[in-house]
């Protein structure tokens, strides 16, 4: 059965700082990863996709990067900004239609 | 362009009710996804369709719930009679489907529900 982790649970950073999300999964045979944002009291905002034949994915201050082979996933967020505020959420797609989300990453930038 | 588009947003009613969430997904996507989101198990997938159809509804909990997409443009999840425990987050979701590939899923606000 495909679990999805994500650590930290929570993260405050100070403005500017470049930062890494990490995301983990159990099983390797994925057809892609995504990373979503979640602001409160909204749906999910999808971010960035990375399909299984890719390493990584780049959108703006955003980057991604997929490694299927030791299950793992890193979003990087160059200088952060208040605005980057919110509940980042891992999901892979394990084939078809299913999509298994982690938890989520509440992170949290200071001014 | 209009997203995912859900209603009511909030939902208080009394246990025993029958509660209607309704989803008007994104026009031209052709697949269509209830979640469930609580604090306790985040995000579950309750149920998927495709061209209209419902390919999987292994995540509905029990038989309290049920979902329907008459057409394209339009489906609902069904809960009765409701329980305390049904209170969560409900999102739709749609995406355009090509192949086998997955794509970006659209999230829609949500629906607050509360059942007391």
């Known amino acids: 059965k495909q679990e999805v982790t994500q650590i930290p649970a929570a993260l405050s950073v100070p403005e500017g700082e470049n930062l890494v999300l990490n995301c983990s999964f159990t099983?390797?045979?994925?057809?892609?990863l995504q990373w979503f944002r979640q602001d409160p009291g909204k749906g999910l905002t999808s971010l960035l996709l990375?399909?299984?034949?890719?390493r990584e994915q780049t959108s703006g201050r955003l980057n991604a990067s997929l490694d299927k082979s030791s299950g793992r996933s890193t979003l990087y967020i160059a200088a952060s900004q208040p605005g980057d505020s919110a509940t980042y959420l891992c999901?892979?797609?394990?084939?078809?239609?299913?999509?298994?989300f982690g938890a989520g990453t509440r992170l949290f930038v200071k001014a | 362009d209009a997203g995912v588009i859900q209603s009511p947003r909030h939902e208080v009613t009394e246990m025993g009710q029958e509660v209607t969430l309704r989803c008007k997904p994104i026009s031209g996507h052709n697949s269509l996804f209830w979640y469930r989101q609580t604090m306790m198990r985040g995000l579950e997938l309750l149920i998927y369709?495709?061209?209209?159809?419902?390919?999987?509804d292994s995540g509905m909990p029990e038989d309290r719930f049920s979902a329907k997409m008459p057409n394209a443009s339009f489906s609902t999840l069904k809960i009765q009679p409701s329980e305390p425990r049904d209170s969560a987050v409900y999102f739709c979701?749609?995406?355009?489907?090509?192949?086998?590939?997955?794509?970006?899923?659209?999230f829609g606000d949500g629906t607050r529900l509360s059942i007391l």
């Open positions: 979701a749609s995406s355009p489907h090509h192949g086998t590939a997955n794509q970006p899923q659209h």
């Open positions: 369709f495709n061209n209209n159809v419902p390919i999987d």
């Open positions: 099983d390797s045979a994925i057809y892609n």
């Open positions: 999901a892979v797609g394990p084939g078809g239609f299913k999509t298994i």
């Open positions: 990375i399909q299984s034949s890719q």
